[in-house]
């Protein structure tokens, strides 16, 4: 039995991992998770996982809450629940669902109580990946990526000399818009931008697989996770999602992780990981049904963000920082319809063009960078 705790219950991630939970209740127990405000399904999953730690956003969610349990446990609020739960003395794994900046700090003090991580917070990575991978390795702690790209590579290269790879591919669907001109792009709606052809992800996330942002954030993931420089990092449009992931050698062999379009198979791998579960509650690809499949260079200029993901990463320093928070807060004003779509590209590149490099930041500095980048989008709004 491992015991798991799970930071982001109630998003996609969070979901489909009490998923993966449920259908296999003899190897897996959920002892602490954090949920923000959605009080109907957090109770619910209290109710039904019976964890003995909870975390929510406010103190006012803790009270209301409270009364509504049928099981005992310790409901705390705010950051210091959330690291409550990435602590939890009784939990072997901390599942990472959280979306933003928001997951860094949790995910550090996780690592320091050598918590094995399950790590589907690519912000954590994109904001402070020197500092995460350093504790990491000093506290010798694993970190299990969950993304569906970064979960192949990590098993492409399992058995493999990392030395002798020569290039790693991540795969992109394209997105909501991958066939639109840059023309048709700018009068799009929230609506048809939440509108994902292959994978059912939270909106933010959704958005940023529109824009191209998710696999540029991805791409600065890779870099830290596998140590690996980013002109031997590419990426590739694949419309159908079969191949996830893919990693040359210098023979020219090249190694695919293929599956279906499914989060719950990587959630799962990252759970049992080294080992591997029957799957039990998921469709198995079958290439006879898929048939065909398509593969497209990325066009930088038609898909901007992944260009300025690229330049951040190699950059470095507070650039990552910049890129990632200028994201999150232009995505939430199109997602409330402040801004138009291809406003949000313009925001990011505006607010990296306006930032003063901090080539090796410390925590506090890219804490400080990161609200300073949220605010320069909000005065754009104004």
Not at 188 to 206: C, E, F, R, Y
Not at 300 to 309: G, K, T
Not at 344 to 369: C, G, Y
Request: hydrophobic letters at 40%.
């Amino acid at each position: 039995m491992k015991n798991v705790s799970v930071l982001g219950a109630t998003g996609s991630i969070g979901t489909q991992t009490l998923e993966v939970v449920r259908a296999n209740p003899e190897q897996f127990s959920i002892t602490s998770l954090s949920f923000g405000t959605n009080v109907e399904a957090g109770v619910q999953y209290i109710n039904e996982f019976r964890p003995k730690l909870v975390s929510v956003a406010t103190k006012e969610v803790a009270e209301k809450i409270n009364g509504t349990i049928d099981s005992a446990c310790q409901v705390y609020y705010g950051e210091q629940g959330l690291i409550e739960v990435a602590t939890d003395p009784d939990s072997d794994i901390l599942v990472n669902a959280v979306m933003g900046s928001v997951g860094l700090n949790p995910t550090l003090t996780a690592i320091n109580a050598k918590k094995t991580i399950a790590l589907a917070n690519k912000e954590t990575l994109v904001t402070a990946g020197h500092i995460v991978m350093e504790q990491a390795r000093k506290n010798e702690v694993d970190i299990l990526p969950v993304d569906s790209e970064h979960s192949a590579i990590y098993q492409c290269l399992n058995g493999e000399n990392k030395a002798e790879m020569s290039r790693m591919t991540l795969t992109a669907s394209g997105g909501s818009f991958r066939d639109f001109t840059r023309e048709e792009l700018m009068d799009v709606s929230v609506d048809q931008a939440l509108n994902h052809p292959n994978w059912s992800m939270g909106s933010k996330i959704t958005i940023d697989s529109a824009t191209m942002m998710n696999k540029g954030l991805e791409v600065i993931e890779a870099h830290w996770l596998f140590n690996t420089p980013y002109d031997q990092i590419d990426v590739l449009l694949h419309r159908e999602s079969v191949i996830h992931s893919m990693v040359e050698f210098i023979d020219g062999s090249v190694i695919a992780h293929l599956g279906t379009p499914d989060m719950k198979v990587p959630i799962q791998y990252a759970l049992t990981h080294p080992d591997r579960l029957e799957v039990t509650n998921g469709k198995r690809l079958n290439l006879v049904e898929v048939g065909t499949l398509h593969f497209e260079k990325m066009d930088l200029q038609r898909f901007p963000c992944l260009r300025l993901a690229f330049e951040a990463g190699k950059a470095g320093g507070t650039l990552p920082t910049v890129l990632n928070a200028a994201n999150e807060a232009a995505v939430e004003a199109f997602l409330r319809g402040k801004i138009r779509f291809l406003d949000i590209e313009m925001f990011i590149e505006r607010a990296l063009e306006q930032h003063s490099l901090i080539k090796d930041p410390t925590l506090e500095e890219i804490r400080e960078v990161d609200l300073m980048s949220r605010e320069f989008v909000q005065s754009l709004l104004v």
